[in-house]
T-cell receptor, first 114, second 116 residues
Framework: KAGVTQTPRYLIKTRGQQVTLSCSPI?????VSWYQQTPGQGLQFLFE?????QRNKGNFPGRFSGRQFSNSRSEMNVSTLELGDSALYLC?????WGSGTEAFFGQGTRLTVV | GESVGLHLPTLSVQEGDNSIINCAYS??????FIWYKQESGKGPQFIID?????DKRQGQRVTVLLNKTVKHLSLQIAATQPGDSAVYFC???????????????FGQGTILTVHP
């Protein structure tokens, strides 16, 4: 079966712009989590959605937001982009949320802010 | 001030050797632990997991050991191959309440290089 699909794979944006990234989870998976990966900070949790509701979130500013649709697809949005937002954004899907469920990652979206 | 990147631990081994990658965690509320492998240009790939009620779990060529007393996790790879070269992350899931529940927290990663 198809894995986690993230689009686009690469993006270049200018400071101050906003960006929307998309994630399609594995069929049947209802939980989608988002992570930011940078050389300086490693992998950091952004937020998790399950059944169209945000279930938990990390320590990121309000410029980072997300949503989940009824088909479990998720989008994340970053407004007023800063140079420091340049990173690999990873999406992971799992059957359910919470402890004990295996998460599968997509290949990520590489965002470059110039 | 100037930002400093993470200095990832590195492990270099010869093909055929066994590899041991270590990870320490601090959250006593963690009850589920996972090892991921990340190759260049790809997302993390699940390798093996273990729950806190176990201290050892084996997969194909991999074994995970969990020592809850000292909050230490290790990944052992038997007969390491060049294709095992990647960055390896441990991650744990908190079972604490509130908005931390179910959140995956990753370690900094270890770079494994396997020489033919």
């Amino acid at each position: 079966k198809a894995g986690v699909t993230q689009t686009p794979r690469y993006l270049i944006k200018t400071r101050g712009q906003q960006v929307t990234l998309s994630c399609s989870p594995i069929s049947g998976h209802r939980s989608v989590s988002w992570y930011q990966q940078t050389p300086g900070q490693g992998l950091q949790f952004l937020f998790e959605y399950f059944s169209e509701t945000q279930r938990n979130k990390g320590n990121f500013p309000g410029r980072f937001s997300g949503r989940q649709f009824s088909n479990s697809r998720s989008e994340m949005n970053v407004s007023t982009l800063e140079l420091g937002d340049s990173a690999l954004y990873l999406c992971a899907s799992s059957l359910a949320w919470g402890s004990g469920t295996e998460a599968f990652f997509g290949q990520g979206t590489r965002l470059t802010v110039v | 001030g100037e930002s400093v990147g993470l200095h990832l631990p590195t492990l270099s081994v010869q093909e055929g050797d066994n590899s041991i990658i270590n990870c320490a965690y601090s959250n006593s509320a963690s009850d589920y632990f996972i090892w991921y492998k990340q190759e260049s240009g790809k997302g993390p790939q699940f390798i093996i997991d273990i729950r806190s009620n176990m201290d050892k779990r084996q997969g194909q060529r991999v074994t995970v050991l969990l020592n809850k007393t000292v909050k230490h996790l290790s990944l052992q790879i038997a007969a390491t191959q060049p294709g095992d070269s990647a960055v390896y992350f441990c991650a744990h899931v908190s079972n604490a309440g509130g908005t931390s529940y179910g959140k995956l927290t990753f370690g900094q990663g270890t770079i494994l290089t396997v020489h033919p």
